[in-house]
């Protein structure tokens, strides 16, 4: 008898319990049919000239059914710097560039992101396989990051294509894709918010640089006549993810309980602490938006592609080649030297997690007890999210999978009269002034009907 067959008859009363009954099999394969659809991505203009500092809007066309995902295309010009000057686009400049986008719908604002926290939530759901193409489509990567300098007034970085991805509800999920076809009677608008020059670079340009252009890529979902009708005529109740914000909090003592004023069922919250002076203009390489350690980045905060995990970043080091042809014992040859550079990962920031606990209380009882700032950083979004995000990032779930649609436990922060996050920081941190920023992601319903579009619970 061969092993595998020996394998086969050994089965006993346990494997009743695995194969029992059995519901499917491994060796037919079965799929389900769908409903015959295209899709197609449409260039979108934005209403005025896109700019930094400007804000601008753009009016989606009802080119299609649906709308699903939608990307900010900007394109960053090439520099020239004077003789002797140095130039160089900050780290991260897609998500730099962004101060806020906004979707509306029929005059209401339905949701509302920020650079800030796009790089936040790109640090702890971004697949590890997609780091180094992402960091390539939002401009970080050292053609243009790389501190530059030119003896000739020559240009420093070149003219470059940046992608960035928009994370609206209806951008994550096919099942959530708007229904633009339902929407007669509500235009939908996307607003965007550009920073102004002087926060996306550092250096001396020979002029003060302008976007070449800007423009948003939204993909088009075109349903077949049966289910078009249908999306047309009937109602839709859409269960929707939000972001929440209430603004920066100034701390300037070790000791601090930051009052959360939030609503709706919230799945999760995320912090950062961030000194005054990592955003400084005064700062080696440019004010560091995304380092949210307690200190400056010494690195000269150089980074490229891929990104340190760590939250330093790529630093260039001195080489030397030599011919060792005719070398004496021990020593290479002088002959043929060479002189170069190459590049290597800094093992970290000089920073560490400016919160060194915290405590979460709701109406005056405590949610969880104190914890070390590692535990909000590290362990719970090893836990509960797709990667373990950079040095200063705290979250604290209520969900088991936050970053799934599927509702996997929230806590009603409609329902709590007062909710109070307590901090203790380093004492570097409150050297002197920092900002706190706490998100919050929150469940809502989006109700369509009779051609409009609105939102069930108001905040």
């Given at each position: 008898?061969?092993?595998?067959?020996?394998?086969?008859?050994?089965?006993?009363?346990?494997?009743?319990?695995?194969?029992?009954?059995?519901?499917?099999?491994?060796?037919?394969?079965?799929?389900?049919?769908?409903?015959?659809?295209?899709?197609?991505?449409?260039?979108?203009?934005?209403?005025?000239?896109?700019?930094?500092?400007?804000?601008?809007?753009?009016?989606?066309?009802?080119?299609?059914?649906?709308?699903?995902?939608?990307?900010?295309?900007?394109?960053?010009?090439?520099?020239?710097?004077?003789?002797?000057?140095?130039?160089?686009?900050?780290?991260?400049?897609?998500?730099?560039?962004?101060?806020?986008?906004?979707?509306?719908?029929?005059?209401?604002?339905?949701?509302?992101?920020?650079?800030?926290?796009?790089?936040?939530?790109?640090e702890l759901s971004q697949e590890?396989?997609?780091?180094?193409?992402?960091?390539?489509?939002?401009?970080?990567?050292?053609?243009?990051?790389?501190?530059?300098?030119?003896?000739?007034?020559?240009?420093?970085?070149?003219?470059?294509?940046?992608?960035?991805?928009?994370?609206?509800?209806?951008?994550?999920?096919?099942?959530?894709?708007?229904?633009?076809?339902?929407?007669?009677?509500?235009?939908?608008?996307?607003?965007?918010?550009?920073?102004?020059?002087?926060?996306?670079?550092?250096?001396?340009?020979?002029?003060?640089?302008?976007?070449?252009?800007?423009?948003?890529?939204?993909?088009?979902?075109?349903?077949?006549?049966?289910?078009?009708?249908?999306?047309?005529?009937?109602?839709?109740?859409?269960?929707?993810?939000?972001?929440?914000?209430?603004?920066?909090?100034?701390?300037?003592?070790?000791?601090?309980?930051?009052?959360?004023?939030?609503?709706?069922?919230?799945?999760?919250?995320?912090?950062?602490?961030?000194?005054?002076?990592?955003?400084?203009?005064?700062?080696?390489?440019?004010?560091?938006?995304?380092?949210?350690?307690?200190?400056?980045?010494?690195?000269?905060?150089?980074?490229?592609?891929?990104?340190?995990?760590?939250?330093?970043?790529?630093?260039?080091?001195?080489?030397?080649?030599?011919?060792?042809s005719d070398a004496g014992p021990?020593?290479?040859?002088?002959?043929?030297?060479?002189?170069?550079?190459?590049?290597?990962?800094?093992?970290?920031?000089?920073?560490?997690?400016?919160?060194?606990?915290?405590?979460?209380?709701?109406?005056?009882?405590?949610?969880?007890?104190?914890?070390?700032?590692?535990?909000?950083?590290?362990?719970?979004?090893?836990?509960?999210?797709?990667?373990?995000?950079?040095?200063?990032?705290?979250?604290?779930?209520?969900?088991?999978?936050?970053?799934?649609?599927?509702?996997?436990?929230?806590?009603?922060?409609?329902?709590?009269?007062?909710?109070?996050?307590?901090?203790?920081?380093?004492?570097?941190?409150?050297?002197?002034?920092?900002?706190?920023?706490?998100?919050?992601?929150?469940?809502?319903?989006?109700?369509?009907?009779?051609?409009?579009?609105?939102?069930?619970?108001?905040?």
């Open positions: 008898m061969g092993g595998g067959l020996m394998q086969l008859v050994a089965y006993g009363a346990q494997d009743i319990y695995l194969t029992g009954n059995p519901q499917i099999t491994f060796f037919k394969v079965v799929y389900r049919r769908h409903t015959n659809f295209s899709m197609e991505a449409i260039e979108q203009t934005f209403n005025g000239s896109a700019d930094f500092g400007k804000r601008v809007t753009c009016t989606v066309s009802r080119n299609g059914d649906l709308m699903h995902r939608v990307y900010l295309q900007v394109t960053v010009p090439s520099v020239n710097v004077a003789s002797g000057s140095s130039f160089r686009w900050l780290n991260h400049l897609g998500h730099v560039l962004i101060k806020y986008a906004e979707v509306e719908i029929g005059g209401q604002r339905i949701d509302k992101h920020y650079g800030d926290w796009m790089h936040i939530w790109n590890a396989g997609k780091k180094a193409g992402y960091a390539n489509m939002i401009g970080n990567v050292p053609a243009l990051t790389l501190n530059t300098t030119d003896a000739n007034n020559a240009s420093v970085t070149p003219e470059m294509d940046l992608y960035i991805p928009l994370e609206f509800w209806f951008c994550r999920n096919p099942g959530l894709a708007l229904p633009l076809i339902a929407l007669q009677y509500h235009e939908v608008k996307i607003n965007i918010e550009f920073r102004g020059a002087s926060d996306c670079y550092s250096g001396t340009p020979t002029a003060a640089p302008s976007l070449a252009a800007a423009s948003l890529f939204v993909d088009y979902i075109y349903l077949d006549t049966d289910e078009r009708r249908r999306f047309a005529q009937v109602s839709h109740e859409y269960l929707i993810e939000q972001v929440q914000f209430t603004g920066d909090e100034s701390v300037s003592s070790v000791s601090n309980k930051i009052k959360l004023n939030f609503n709706h069922p919230c799945k999760e919250l995320i912090w950062v602490v961030q000194p005054d002076a990592n955003i400084a203009s005064t700062v080696t390489g440019g004010k560091q938006w995304f380092n949210y350690t307690d200190a400056v980045d010494t690195t000269d905060y150089l980074t490229g592609n891929p990104d340190d995990p760590y939250g330093g970043g790529l630093v260039m080091q001195p080489v030397t080649v030599a011919n060792a021990g020593y290479p040859s002088s002959t043929g030297q060479q002189t170069g550079n190459y590049i290597q990962w800094s093992a970290k920031d000089t920073g560490f997690n400016p919160v060194f606990s915290a405590k979460l209380q709701l109406n005056g009882h405590d949610r969880f007890s104190e914890r070390m700032g590692r535990y909000f950083n590290l362990v719970q979004p090893y836990q509960h999210h797709t990667n373990v995000p950079k040095t200063g990032i705290n979250v604290y779930s209520f969900g088991l999978k936050p970053e799934e649609h599927q509702p996997s436990g929230t806590c009603n922060m409609s329902r709590i009269d007062n909710a109070t996050l307590q901090l203790t920081l380093t004492a570097a941190a409150v050297a002197g002034d920092a900002k706190v920023r706490v998100y919050a992601t929150n469940y809502n319903v989006l109700r369509i009907m009779s051609g409009m579009g609105g939102l069930a619970y108001s905040n």
